[in-house]
T-cell receptor, first 108, second 120 residues
Framework: GQQVMQIPQYQHVQEGEDFTTYCNSS?????IQWYKQRPGGHPVFLIQ?????EVKKQKRLTFQFGEAKKNSSLHITATQTTDVGTYFC????????FGDGTTLTVKP | ETGVTQTPRHLVMGMTNKKSLKCEQH?????MYWYKQSAKKPLELMFV???????ENNSVPSRFSPECPNSSHLFLHLHTLQPEDSALYLC???????????????????FGAGTRLSVL
């Protein structure tokens, strides 16, 4: 069945450092979505990538979709304490499959 | 507010109790989902409903019983739960269920705030 692997599981950074989480699918995806869950909160949709090689930016966040549409990444430049939380990718190929998430902590 | 409302927000129940979790979406969506999220664990998809029909049941114990009376409401009936069932239960909805032809925004999921369940 479809599997979506996300690494790393945890990432601790100093405020101002960059952060990247990676998502890899066992199958080719029709699209991939990224969600953020703040501590004590619920997942909130961030962005969707559809096209092969697509790159989208939201302020300090950069999202990429691989050429083969099987992997994706989320990169945060110069992390801030407001970036803390768990970032999930969700791959879609007939069904939706969430990755296990990467939990980011930021030390001020 | 995401347009998805879950009640109650917190629930404490004994192992012999029967309780129900409620989810209501005001987005006009056709698909609804139940997820379980345990401490330090990922999202576990439990059930998927599309147009009020259950289309996915991921090996969930029978002590969890879903009900979808219409496209706006989703319930999770709980009966004789175990302490390991304590978790955050999240409801979500999307315009449509994911399909292999879907490259648009129809499968973006909108989550409710969740019900924090403690089983004693």
């Amino acid at each position: 069945g479809q599997q979506v692997m996300q690494i790393p599981q945890y990432q601790h950074v100093q405020e101002g450092e960059d952060f990247t989480t990676y998502c890899n699918s066992s199958t080719t995806l029709s699209n991939i979505q990224w969600y953020k869950q703040r501590p004590g909160g619920h997942p909130v949709f961030l962005i969707q990538l559809v096209k092969s090689g697509e790159v989208k930016k939201q302020k300090r966040l950069t999202f990429q979709f691989g050429e083969a549409k099987k992997n994706s990444s989320l990169h945060i430049t110069a992390t801030q304490t407001t970036d803390v939380g768990t970032y999930f990718c969700a791959g879609h190929a007939g069904k939706s499959t969430f990755g296990d998430g990467t939990t980011l902590t930021v030390k001020p | 507010e995401t347009g998805v409302t879950q009640t109650p927000r917190h629930l404490v129940m004994g192992m012999t109790n029967k309780k129900s979790l409620k989810c209501e979406q005001h987005l006009g969506h056709n698909a609804m989902y139940w997820y379980k999220q345990s401490a330090k664990k990922p999202l576990e998809l439990m059930f998927v409903y599309s147009l009020e029909e259950r289309v996915e049941n991921n090996s969930v114990p029978s002590r969890f019983s879903p009900e979808c009376p219409n496209s706006s409401h989703l319930f999770l009936h709980l009966h004789t739960l175990q302490p390991e069932d304590s978790a955050l239960y999240l409801c979500a909805s999307s315009q449509d269920r994911s399909s292999i032809w879907d490259s648009g925004a129809k499968n973006i999921q909108y989550f409710g705030a969740g019900t924090r369940l403690s089983v004693l």
